[in-house]
């Protein structure tokens, strides 16, 4: 069983995406690139958000391990997403698209404050909405965020597009290149093979709450489009049996 119809959707972009062939920090043509698969998707009436991580400028884990307090390298990471989303904001912006960037944590010099009410309003006139800085606590990851601010929201799926993967496999298919590929695949599965879509955190958020999530990759050219306009493109994960 599939998504039936999609009216509003939230995207999560992985930081790392966001660097192209780049060591680090932001590959310009990258976001004119994602600016531009957006704009032709949202021609199909579809609400869209955004949750884009930070890896490319920060990584919280490798800060831990040099001896940063957890909580504090966390918030750096926060502000690492803040400034891939006011990046993301500009490139959709001279594309002259209506975008507003909502921050969990306080900073209005440069986003509004998340207010959930208001980025349903945002959505329902038109614009996308970025979500910047993670929930606004540390522990906790921007694919949580995508999945918690889908829910919130009332998204139809959260589409989750991997770097250079284009699908759920039984193994990384980087390593091993006769992965297979599923079409489908239950969230219960995912937990019980220990396959790393997402961390178990957001995915059983997503169970939870029966949110169908579509793993798929964003730099196939139209892929975002073919899947707001219902095509089986990569792995559509749900809690239906076959």
């Known amino acids: 069983m599939g998504v039936q119809h999609i009216s509003r959707a939230v995207l999560k972009l992985s930081g790392e995406s966001l660097r192209g062939e780049e060591n680090q920090g ?16 949202i021609q199909h009436n579809v609400e869209i958000a955004l949750v884009i ?12 391990r040099e001896g940063m307090d957890r909580a504090t390298a966390d ?10 989303s006011m990046a993301m904001q500009d490139a959709l912006e001279r594309l002259g698209l209506d975008t507003r960037t909502q921050s969990a944590i306080e900073i209005k010099a440069v986003a509004e404050s998340y207010v959930r009410r208001r980025a349903i ?35 139809d799926i959260l589409l989750m597009s991997k770097n250079k993967v284009d699908g759920v496999y039984d193994a990384d298919p980087i390593l091993k290149p006769d992965a297979t590929k599923f079409q489908e695949v239950q969230y219960i599965d995912l937990l019980n093979r220990r396959l790393e879509v997402m961390d178990s955190t957001a995915l059983s958020l997503c169970m939870e709450n029966q949110l169908p999530i579509r793993v798929f990759d964003i730099f196939t050219p139209g892929s975002l489009s073919r899947v707001l306009s219902g095509e089986k493109v990569g792995t559509l994960i749900t809690g239906d049996s076959e």
């Not at 932001?26 to 998707?41: G, H, N, P, R, T």
């Not at 930070?54 to 831990?64: L, V, Y």
């Not at 929930?135 to 694919?143: A, H, L, R, S, V």
């Open 75 to 84: 918030y750096a990471g926060m502000l690492a997403t803040v400034i891939n």
């Open 26 to 41: 932001l590959d310009w043509s990258v976001l004119d690139y994602l600016a531009k698969e957006i704009q032709i998707a």
């Open 53 to 64: 991580g930070g890896g490319n400028i920060w990584r919280g884990a490798e800060a831990e």
């Open 121 to 155: 309003r945002h959505l329902e006139k038109g614009r996308i909405v970025i979500f910047a800085a993670g929930t606004g606590n540390p522990y906790m990851t921007t694919d949580t965020t995508a999945a918690l601010r889908s829910i919130e929201i009332g998204a």
